[in-house]
């Protein structure tokens, strides 16, 4: 598990770096570029549209765990918007709440318990 956090550390340290040069150069504006290059229909658009669906698979995994209430719906959506950025976040609070249980992590307590009962 300390391997893990330290590699979530370094991806939430490295994306807020790389995230801060390009704003810097380039302003904020990234979504007409995002789907402006999907609706060329050429490799950086096809880059940006497999990327999407992770988002989009990372965002509904968020919202299931959090069992689709109103408050992990929201964290979904902020999935989906914030990327690996808030993944690591989100991963490396989740392992200090769970005490390394990586079942809880990724599964949600409730999962986590109900799994552990039809094991026993």
């Known amino acids: 598990m300390v391997w893990f956090r330290a590699f979530l550390v370094t991806c939430t340290l490295s ?7 390009t704003i810097s150069a380039h302003g904020w504006n990234l979504l007409p570029i995002f789907f402006g290059d999907m609706a060329a229909m050429a490799w950086p658009g096809q880059f940006n549209f497999d990327f999407f669906t992770f988002l989009l698979l990372s965002g509904l995994w968020t919202a299931w ?9 929201a964290l979904g959506l902020v999935a989906v918007l914030g990327g690996m950025l808030f993944l690591s976040i989100y991963l490396t609070l989740l392992g200090f709440r769970h005490r390394n249980d990586i079942e809880a992590m990724i599964l949600g307590m409730r999962r986590a318990r109900r799994r552990s009962a039809a094991v026993s």
């Not at 994306?15 to 040069?21: K, P």
């Not at 765990?65 to 719906?73: A, C, E, I, P």
């Open 65 to 73: 765990r959090n069992d689709f209430t109103l408050g992990g719906l």
């Open 15 to 21: 994306i807020l770096v790389y995230t801060g040069v």
